[in-house]
Each structure stands twice: as C-alpha cells, then as structure tokens.
C-alpha cells in the first residue's frame, strides 16, 4: 500500500515558478513508477509527466515539455514536480499518483494509488 499527500499549489502569474510535492508512505515506495496528472474543470484528467522509481527513464507530455521537470528523492519519500513559465493553460488540479510496474505510463486508469491532489491557479 501507498499513500500519496500534494503540496505546493497555489496562485501564480503567467510566467512564474511553482514547486509541487508528492510525499508517500509505504516501504515500497522507492520500487514505484509515479506519475502527474491534471485535470482542469469540465475537462479529462490528463497525463503530464512520470518517472520510473530510479529516475533513469522520465517522460513528459508534449504540452510541458521544457517547461516541467520531475525529480524524486526516494530517501525521503518524496516526488517533485518542478513547473516553470507557467501559463494560464496550465491551471488545473495536480495529482500524482502511483504503480508498481517499471513502465511509465500517460493512462490514469493504469495508477493504482493517487493522492487528493493539490489546485494550481495561473493567472494571466
């Protein structure tokens, strides 16, 4: 079993930085594959990037693409999702979520275990 609690979300203008954090509990967090996804009102959850547990294999959506970076720190438990020139577009509910298979994968019905997610406001 793992748990996942976002943090760092919040009100940011067109062109600003925000950080956000994926804290789990579990033993075997560090053997997960973990994955953002957004969704913004009326509108499906979208993948936007994930990282397979030792961070050799890191894969994003195009619309994020040098824009986003994801790092995760196993000894801590924790998964970033570092997001920079931030765009109105980009306002949505940030989840992350989690499975066990060494695969990076964009479907969310692929995730066994997501955390409450976390709003990201850009305005404009």
């Known amino acids: 079993q793992v748990q996942l609690v976002e943090s760092g979300g919040g009100l940011v203008q067109a062109g600003g930085s925000l950080r956000l954090s994926c804290a789990a509990s579990?033993?075997?967090?560090?053997?997960?594959?973990m994955g953002w996804f957004r969704q913004a009102p009326g509108k499906e959850r979208e993948f936007v990037g994930g990282s397979t547990w030792s961070s050799d294999n890191i894969r994003y959506a195009d619309s994020v693409k040098g824009r986003f970076a994801i790092s995760r720190d196993n000894a801590k438990n924790t998964v970033y999702l570092q997001m920079n020139s931030l765009k109105p577009e980009d306002t949505a509910i940030y989840y992350c979520a989690a499975h066990p298979f060494l695969l990076i994968l964009t479907i969310p019905r692929a995730y066994d275990y997501w955390g409450q997610g976390t709003q990201v406001t850009v305005s404009s």
């Open positions: 579990g033993r075997t967090f560090s053997s997960y594959t």
